[in-house]
């Protein structure tokens, strides 16, 4: 779904969506959320299924950015080493990292009956961001069984799903209201063929004030009357840059590791675009993959083939890279409504102000 046009928020719009306008938009690419909610308790589990296949076996190429690493996320120093994707990538609360690996490695194994036993172990790819403000996170209310039907209705019907308080971005806030989940999708025509951009955010960064839309400055505009909301509930927001954000990008256009890496620097620029500096305390990192080169696990070949992309062409790759996400962060604050969390904390929805 991404930003509805209709919605009176106005985005650069240079590049065409996809059907969806969702990171499913690639061929094979599934998602789907596991939300936990029970008055204090605002967290959940969003998986993301690379392909369809066995995601060991037949590896994506990937690479990814540290844009600033105040960060608990697992798997991404081999990721960065190797320049492949060898499992789903979990996302969830930063203290529930571990149970999110434990879940994922266990999938992973009873697929696999060769890991740990004729060949080397498995990386699990867990990402996270800090829900405490809205979520009990003392409390590690994600329990394997939540990544499990996460990945189960992945398999099953995970070309659609939900954006904004869902899954990992239950408990989420961003830039003074509330954030979660969004994604979007572009369209690329490269040698006379199209190929898809997809982008998928997990967002809970930024001060409050500092929201920009298209240039607009929301947030400095709505201020007065979100810290009036704030004052009247007994409740205030802060106004540090701090929290995380999880940037996924997918396509289906062959690129190497290297250039992949290079894509998700520009993840940077989505994040200025939309009120970020990248504060101290907000960890923001980027995984791009492309699903068109794969790296088996096992081949008699000693060389696999693989097509990339020429560098002369990578700029029709990078911009409508930074409009996917930049839309998707947006579209994150769009969606997600207003939550009422642990400690009588109440962060608000953006749809209240606009």
């Given at each position: 779904?991404?930003?509805p046009?209709?919605?009176?928020?106005?985005?650069?719009?240079?590049?065409?969506?996809?059907?969806?306008?969702?990171?499913?938009?690639?061929?094979?690419?599934?998602?789907?959320?596991?939300?936990?909610?029970?008055?204090?308790?605002?967290?959940?589990?969003?998986?993301i299924?690379?392909h369809?296949?066995?995601?060991?076996?037949?590896?994506?190429?990937?690479?990814?950015?540290?844009?600033?690493?105040?960060?608990?996320?697992?798997?991404?120093?081999?990721l960065?080493?190797?320049?492949?994707?060898?499992?789903?990538?979990i996302?969830?609360?930063?203290?529930?990292?571990?149970?999110a690996?434990?879940?994922l490695?266990?999938?992973?194994?009873?697929?696999?009956?060769?890991?740990?036993?004729?060949t080397?172990?498995?990386?699990?790819l867990?990402?996270?961001?800090?829900?405490?403000?809205?979520n009990?996170?003392?409390?590690?209310?994600?329990?394997?069984?939540?990544?499990?039907?996460?990945?189960k209705?992945?398999?099953?019907?995970?070309?659609?799903?939900?954006?904004?308080?869902?899954?990992?971005g239950?408990?989420?806030c961003?830039?003074g209201?509330?954030?979660?989940?969004?994604?979007?999708?572009?369209?690329?025509?490269?040698d006379?063929?199209?190929?898809?951009?997809?982008?998928?955010?997990?967002?809970?960064?930024?001060?409050?004030?500092n929201?920009?839309?298209?240039?607009?400055h929301?947030?400095?505009?709505?201020?007065?009357?979100?810290?009036a909301?704030?004052?009247?509930?007994?409740?205030?927001?802060?106004?540090?840059?701090?929290?995380?954000?999880?940037?996924?990008?997918?396509?289906d256009i062959?690129?190497?590791?290297?250039?992949?890496?290079?894509?998700?620097?520009?993840?940077?620029?989505?994040?200025?675009?939309?009120?970020?500096?990248m504060g101290?305390?907000?960890?923001?990192?980027?995984?791009?993959?492309?699903?068109?080169?794969?790296?088996?696990?096992?081949?008699?070949?000693?060389?696999?083939?693989?097509?990339?992309?020429?560098?002369?062409?990578?700029d029709?790759?990078?911009?409508?890279?930074?409009?996917?996400?930049?839309?998707?962060?947006?579209?994150?604050?769009?969606?997600a409504?207003?939550?009422?969390?642990v400690?009588?904390?109440?962060?608000?929805?953006?749809?209240?102000?606009?």
């Open positions: 779904m991404g930003l046009r209709d919605c009176g928020l106005e985005l650069h719009h240079k590049w065409k969506s996809g059907k969806q306008n969702k990171i499913t938009d690639v061929r094979g690419l599934k998602v789907a959320n596991v939300t936990i909610q029970d008055n204090e308790i605002n967290t959940g589990v969003t998986a299924l690379p369809e296949g066995n995601i060991f076996k037949s590896k994506l190429v990937a690479g990814a950015s540290v844009l600033n690493g105040f960060g608990k996320s697992l798997g991404i120093v081999q960065k080493e190797l320049g492949n994707i060898e499992t789903p990538i996302m969830t609360n930063t203290l529930s990292v571990g149970e690996a434990t879940a490695t266990k999938y992973c194994l009873e697929q696999n009956e060769d890991i740990g036993v004729t080397g172990t498995v990386n699990p867990v990402t996270e961001c800090n829900d405490g403000m809205l009990d996170i003392r409390g590690l209310h994600v329990r394997e069984e939540h990544v499990r039907e996460a990945l209705l992945a398999e099953e019907s995970g070309t659609d799903f939900d954006e904004g308080a869902v899954g990992a239950t408990g989420m961003c830039l209201f509330k954030g979660g989940i969004g994604s979007a999708s572009r369209c690329v025509e490269l006379e063929n199209e190929y898809v951009i997809g982008a998928l955010v997990l967002s809970n960064f930024g001060g409050e004030g929201l920009v839309i298209g240039g607009r929301y947030g400095s505009e709505l201020l007065p009357e979100l810290k909301r704030q004052k009247s509930d007994a409740d205030e927001a802060s106004a540090e840059d701090k929290g995380s954000i999880i940037m996924i990008i997918a396509t062959p690129l190497s590791s290297r250039q992949l890496d290079r894509l998700a620097n520009r993840a940077a620029i989505a994040l200025g675009r939309t009120g970020s500096y101290n305390g907000s960890g923001d990192i980027a995984i791009a993959f492309s699903t068109a080169n794969r790296m088996p696990h096992y081949s008699d070949d000693k060389f696999v083939e693989m097509k990339v992309l020429h560098e002369d062409a990578i029709k790759v990078f911009e409508p890279v930074v409009e996917a996400l930049e839309e998707s962060i947006i579209s994150s604050l769009y969606h409504k207003t939550t009422q969390g400690r009588g904390k109440i962060v608000y929805g953006l749809r209240e102000f606009i």
